[in-house]
């Protein structure tokens, strides 16, 4: 398919074949000042050891890049080089059966990704022809869809990308882009839009031009001809002309080519010894828009090469990093100063790293080995039950039966989860994880086995004692802590000697026991508590709640108790209590050794220090030496955290 021989987009002077030697400089003009140090990129470049980060990188962002059918090394020689790169194929020629009739053309090699791409390089040699198609066909017969001939015995269907892509393409190179091809020729195919009518035959379609070379119009408009040889002399004495001499030889040409149109403004860089083409270029505006080389015996060598080295010449907006002399920063061009503190800096980042992956080793540590505490806030069955475990040993409880594993090894149907025997009663712990607030029978049923058992072992000193995960797939400080159970369930607790616990309040209890240090005997006797269990340690004795928080100072009306001048305060939060030592206590504005009740006492606080809220309850660290091992009532609630 021929089109218009007056292409401006692509034109913009005259030109005639020219087999002496030319200088495609003068036509395309490099736009870089200076031209940039070559680098051989058939050698591996190593890394500079003492280079930092913000020094030119070993990989650049730009130019994006498209690679079409390159063999691996062509592949590698980019992508060592350059991080935006896409790698696709224009498709997989396919055997059909020699006859006269068509065949619907099959490609399902798509392309993704490529349509910003700057740089487009294309390698037209044959690869293998498969065996059979590579699909089912595109449309459904009654539908126009592209069909060849089948007279070659084959379908090249790479042609077929290049009808679906050539807007793409083209747009690439208006936009200032460059599409580099390695030749090969492709025998043209007999094509055409149609569709099957009447009869099951096709009905009378358009001529198509089915052909790899049909990527974009400055390729199509080439008249490729079928010639093989190995004898080739560059004929340009530009940057790009001497590049392509270096790799001429060993290498062959598989096809020789010139303008159909004599105002195509194509430029021959290498010929063969008949004067035909077998490299050129084309150019638009004085811009480098299209080059065509042979099939170079190193070709990962001279991509590799042009990338670096030459197009940065001629394109340099496409290549910023090496335009700009970004490549003076190279460890070999580098001020000597700035080496020297370059290389202090890569020692500091390998301490700073060095110092980090051991605080991530510490990290996993700690998780790995109280990783069990979050089990309690979104665990549910056997796991949850194991968190239980540990944080029941972790307050010092020592006889834990697990029920559940004395029932698995003796075949038995499960019934309670945990049996704490260490002191009387027993308490038979019913554990659950759940995704809303507890039903009646989720938390009634440790009374239930607590009956059994004690029916089982005549000992009537048997509690229930209920631990719920409620609401477990939402963050603990989202869930209904205030009343996750209901006014009647606590009522029938409390009339039962049922204990209630949510895992939220176990999971409080044991980081608080850390942080502060509470002694086993000052928080055991919490379990034992009908109703719901509170999380106050035993030696906390209730005063009253925070009234009022002031930049360096808070207030309490006392509702209980006394207060003394170098007693300690426990304020309750979220999730931690904050213990805070009285150094003054201010009743009416004037200090005061002591406040008692119906007291508005003022304490001092750390200005910007701990965050306290109005109506938390507020506690005095009592001083215990021996706590009894019989059940100890709890403050009850009050205010906003009251049942």
Request: include cysteine.
């Amino acid at each position: 398919m021929q089109g218009s021989p007056h292409q401006q987009a692509y034109v913009f002077g005259n030109n005639e074949r020219l087999p002496q030697k030319t200088d495609s400089a003068m036509i395309f003009r490099s736009k870089a000042k200076a031209t940039p140090a070559m680098v051989d990129v058939r050698q591996p470049v190593a890394a500079d050891q003492n280079r930092s980060d913000d020094a030119l990188p070993v990989k650049q962002g730009k130019p994006k890049m498209l690679l079409l059918d390159l063999d691996p090394g062509a592949v590698a020689a980019v992508t060592s080089k350059w991080t935006d790169v896409v790698i696709a194929t224009l498709g997989r020629p396919y055997k059909v059966p020699k006859a006269s009739g068509y065949v619907p053309v099959i490609n399902h090699d798509f392309l993704s990704g490529h349509k910003e791409c700057d740089i487009v390089v294309a390698d037209f040699a044959w690869k293998q022809i498969e065996s059979r198609s590579p699909g089912e066909k595109h449309r459904p017969n009654e539908e126009t869809d592209l069909w060849v001939n089948q007279k070659l015995g084959y379908v090249d269907n790479r042609g077929l990308t290049g009808l679906r892509e050539r807007e793409t393409f083209e747009r690439i190179i208006r936009q200032g882009g460059i599409i580099i091809v390695f030749a090969d020729y492709a025998p043209p195919h007999d094509a055409m839009m149609t569709s099957i009518g009447y009869g099951n035959k096709l009905v009378p379609g358009s001529e198509v031009n089915l052909d790899v070379w049909n990527l974009a119009t400055p390729f199509e408009y080439l008249s490729v001809s079928d010639d093989r040889g190995s004898v080739m002399t560059a004929c340009d004495s530009s940057s790009l002309g001497k590049l392509l001499g270096k790799y001429l030889p060993e290498s062959e040409f598989r096809c020789t080519f010139k303008p159909r149109y004599p105002d195509d403004h194509w430029m021959p860089l290498a010929v063969n010894k008949y004067q035909d083409w077998v490299a050129a270029a084309l150019g638009k505006d004085h811009r480098l828009v299209a080059l065509v080389v042979p099939q170079l015996a190193d070709k990962a060598g001279f991509i590799g090469e042009l990338l670096s080295a030459v197009l940065p010449e001629y394109l340099p907006d496409l290549f910023p990093e090496i335009a700009t002399g970004a490549w003076t920063h190279r460890s070999e061009y580098e001020l000597p100063q700035v080496a020297q503190l370059r290389r202090e800096k890569a020692r500091i980042e390998d301490e700073a790293r060095t110092a980090v992956a051991a605080l991530d080793n510490l990290i996993q540590a700690e998780q790995t080995a109280n990783g069990w505490l979050h089990d309690l806030l979104t665990a549910t069955g056997d796991e949850l039950v194991d968190a239980v475990k540990r944080a029941l040993a972790e307050m010092g409880f020592s006889a834990v039966v697990d029920v559940d594993e004395i029932r698995d090894k003796e075949g038995l149907s499960r019934r309670e989860d945990l049996r704490i025997e260490d002191r009387r009663p027993v308490l038979v712990v019913d554990i659950k994880g759940i995704g809303g607030r507890p039903s009646d029978e989720d938390a009634t049923q440790a009374n239930k086995h607590a009956l059994i058992h004690a029916r089982e072992t005549k000992n009537p000193d048997v509690q229930g004692l209920s631990i719920i995960n409620h609401e477990r797939h939402m963050p603990p400080l989202e869930r209904d802590n205030a009343m996750p159970f209901r006014d009647e369930l606590l009522t029938v607790a409390e009339e039962t000697g049922l204990g209630l616990m949510t895992s939220f309040d176990l999971y409080r209890l044991i980081v608080n026991m850390r942080r502060w240090k509470w002694a086993p005997d000052t928080v055991q006797p919490l379990l034992y508590a009908s109703r719901r269990s509170e999380i106050v340690p035993a030696h906390y004795e209730y005063i009253g709640t925070v009234a009022h928080v002031w930049s360096k100072a808070f207030g309490v009306v006392i509702e209980n108790g006394t207060v003394n001048v170098g007693d300690t305060l426990a304020i309750e939060g979220e999730i931690y209590f904050e213990e805070l030592p009285v150094e003054s206590i201010r009743v009416n504005d004037a200090k005061v050794q002591s406040a008692t009740e119906n007291n508005q006492a003022g304490f001092p606080r750390a200005e910007g220090g701990t965050k306290l809220r109005e109506g938390a309850r507020v506690f005095v660290v009592k001083r215990i030496d021996h706590m009894p091992t019989t059940d100890i009532a709890a403050p009850e609630r009050t205010g906003a955290a009251a049942h």
